[in-house]
């Protein structure tokens, strides 16, 4: 299998593959952003909107008797996560790497209603289809850092990737829907998910908040997707995102971890002491998985003082932002409610 994807260049006359194309390389490290949900640093999603050289190696057939030069191609993608990016020749794809710590599915919580609610829609495609409906969803994640979004999504698209599908990511709405299209005509049936991070922060240029708002509802009739999105702040989320129906059908609160989920997180790494495993339950209490495991990575792997280390993330610890009085809850739901 080819390590390319795929450029199109969008014209009037022609609708097909030509041009430059991305050499994929999933074997060369990429720098992670330790601030990004996905993990996927800025700079990879800064370079795939910039295009990149390709050895060309076959002729594509155009109309009109031309012909002109472009890479190896492939019928289907390899099951991954792709930055969406665009050069003057139209959208491609380019491989993002996903290093992570071993996911774990907490037992109780809201990432695990996540995850659950995820599957269920995946589960649904037929009748989605009997009643006439896009199979598509959008489940949006809110609550401070540290609360548990990134290990959700990250469970999200490990489940997708097992099961053949894509994930899609990028810093530029205005090249999705192109994107959509791209992947439409190819792959027709290819479970997506799409990760719009941090999207109060997207909602702010008038041009990507109206495509962003026309790719929630649907408009692309982009069939068998799941979009994603998240935000720290949900305050500054308007009412036609979080009341409108169908723009997301789940709204959930990452909560911090109980302290059941964090005794089902710390066991892993200090099982054979209780005495300690009981007090690190306890001390950790109001801190995310991310800070737990920064206490773990200090103190056990790097040796640093237990208490110093417990302190400075307790001081660091971001705390959410104040609710206004006149900012209602927007229909925002705990698992709990959820559940219910």
Known sequence: MSKKTYDQLWSDDLYGLEGKQAQLSPDQPQAQDPNSVTGVSSAVIRRAAAGRDFPISQWIVKSGGRYAPCGTTISKLPAAIYVVGSDNNGPFLEVARFPTDELLRFPDGPIQTVVDRAERFWKSKEKYEALGLLHKTGILLYGPAGCGKSS????????????????????????????????????????????????????????????????????????????????????????????????FDLIVRMELPSEGSREFYLQRFLNSDRKRLDKWVKDTNGLGVSHMRELVASVEGLGLDYDETLARLKLNKKKPPKRKADVTDFGFKSPEEIRR
């Open 152 to 247: 959700a999504i990250k469970l999200l698209i490990q489940d997708l990737i097992k099961r053949g599908g894509i994930v899609l990511i990028t810093d530029r709405p205005r090249f999705m829907p192109m994107a959509f299209r791209m992947i439409r005509d190819i792959e027709k049936e290819r479970p997506i998910v799409n990760i719009i991070e941090d999207i109060d922060d997207k909602m702010r240029e008038p041009e990507d908040s109206t495509i962003l708002l026309a790719m929630l509802d649907g408009e692309h009739q982009t069939d068998n997707i799941l979009q994603i999105a998240t935000t720290n702040y949900p305050e500054r989320l308007e009412e036609r995102i979080t009341q409108r129906p169908g723009r």
